[in-house]
Every structure is written in structure tokens, then in C-alpha cells.
């Protein structure tokens, strides 16, 4: 049988890449096996598949109601089926199932995590994992969370820039989730758009290729932001508008920017965010909860929906 034949790179692609002329071959290389795996392989948009929330939340609360998802393998095989670009999770899970899905479909490990036993107001995540893991898996990326605002933000800054230049040094792709949290924001502003740019943008000088942020409100946090956004009629009425802003905040849409799906919510209002995403011009989303908490049928059907909307 004829080898099958490698998916073209499309003009799209190549202008993803040209933007981190900095890098290596084998960084990019690895950019673009996320940029052409999947359904929306070649658009320009990818949906992530991130399976983390075990750890963050514990394994009740995040696979009691699909309980097929306690199977680390049931993660692999729902993001092969569902056409992933990629699949993130920590290091047990993906040691659970690298061998056996070799190959099929791109993933990324989630190098730093955090549990929920114990309150905190500046949280910090501890590393997980390792470069070297990383590659010993195959994977194509490492994944880091930052939480801009926490009173250890600094240290956490100082260890993505480490662990980023280890990662490009070896080839591989740097995402960054950038949180803000803790320190004086308030709940409101963990999400305000000023305060959701201002993350991006720092993910963006920090080095990463890849930058997950929380969709953003319309609210403004910071006086002096808000200041500057009345001032100079900063359009932010739209949740697409928005969305548009926190793209631009990352080197004027020349960093990857994915959005998180958040708490699993119904089918409707996801669409209706996917669209606003679509319309504000960002790369994609990062599907979680809103994918594994759904039965399987059911949680295909939606990923097909949202990949729809992405394809037009």
C-alpha cells in the first residue's frame, strides 16, 4: 500500500509560522503539526482538547458525570475521534496512553499543575513535569500556567522563561495558559478586558508561541485602563469585539491566541461563543469541561458543531 500522502501547508500555516522567525526547524515543525492536525488542519484555527481538570478540581467533580472519563485512554480516543488539533493533559495521564496512541494525534504536556484542597489568594502551580518527559512522550508542546496578578506571579514568570528557553532549545512549542488571579484583582477582574489583554500580553513577551486566555468581559479593572479605554473609544461593547482586542494585545494577531471553554454549560451558548471567537478573529478554542462532561455522543456532536463554525 502506497504511503499516505502529508497534508499540503497551506498559505495560511505559512504565515503562522513566518511570524516566529526566531525559532528553530524542529519548533516550527512542531508548531505546524498542531497548525495541520484534525479538522481544521491547515485553516489556521485549532480546538484543544485539555484534560487537567482531575488535578485542578479533583476526579469527582470532573468525571463523576461521564464516568467513562476516570480512563485516561478515553481522552486519547475522544480527541482522535472528534478531530482535534491536539490533546494537553499532566504527566500521569499522558504516561497512561502515549504508547498506545503513538503517533495519532499531537499532545502537549502540561509541565506545571495545581490541586483545589486548599484555599488560596495568591495561587502558584508546582512543575509536574519535565521537557525531557516531554520528549519522551512525543509530544509537540509543553503547556505552562501563569496566573498574572498573584503575589507569585514573579516567580512563576521566572520559571516559564527558563523552562521556555529549555523547551525551544529541544524543538518543541510553548503554550501558555495566562490566568490573572489573586493579589487585589477582584473576581470581576480576573475576566476584565483590560486585565485579559494586559495576559496575553504578557504570555506574548514571555515568550510563548501559543497563549490560552479566559474569555474576556466588558468590564474594566484598572482605573488608568479604563481611563485610556474611554479615552480613546476602545471598541469592547461585543463579546467579538472583545476578542478582537485580546488578539491584538498579543503582538498585533501575530501570537497564536486560543480561548478557553470554561464551566461545562449548555450546548447553545457555547455555539454562541464559539461564533463571537470566529467573529473577533481569534485562533481557536481550548474545549475541556464543555467536551469529557458530556456524553460521548452527545460531546462529539458539539465538538463537530464548534469545528463547523470554525471551518467557514
Known sequence: MAPLAARPMSPRVREILSWYGSDSP??????????NHGRLGG???????PVDQGFEHGPGRSFAMNPAAYDPRYHFEFAIES?????????????????DYAGEIPLILKINNKDS??????????????????????CAAIGYTIYPGSASRLDMYNELAVLAEEAKAAGLVVVVWSYPRGGALTKDGETAIDVSA??????????AHVI?????SAHLE???????????????GTLGERVRHVVQSAFAGRRVVIFSGGPATADAAVLDEIRAIREGGGFGSI???NSFQRQRPDALKLMGEIMDIYAK
Open 83 to 99: 478531530g482535534c488539533s491536539a490533546y494537553a493533559a499532566p504527566l500521569g495521564f499522558l504516561e497512561a496512553g502515549a504508547r
Open 43 to 49: 485553516t489556521g484555527r485549532m480546538v484543544i482538547l
Open 222 to 236: 484598572g482605573k488608568q485602563a479604563k481611563d485610556v479605554y474611554e479615552k480613546n473609544k476602545v471598541a469592547i
Open 198 to 207: 494586559y495576559a496575553a500580553h504578557i504570555a506574548a513577551q514571555l515568550g
Open 287 to 289: 474545549i475541556g469541561r
Open 212 to 216: 490560552k486566555v479566559k474569555l474576556p
Open 26 to 35: 524542529g519548533t516550527l515543525t512542531n508548531l505546524a503539526r498542531l497548525l
Open 117 to 138: 484542597l486548599m484555599e488560596e489568594k495568591d495561587p502558584k502551580q508546582a512543575i509536574t513535569g519535565s521537557v525531557s518527559a516531554a520528549l519522551r512522550l512525543g
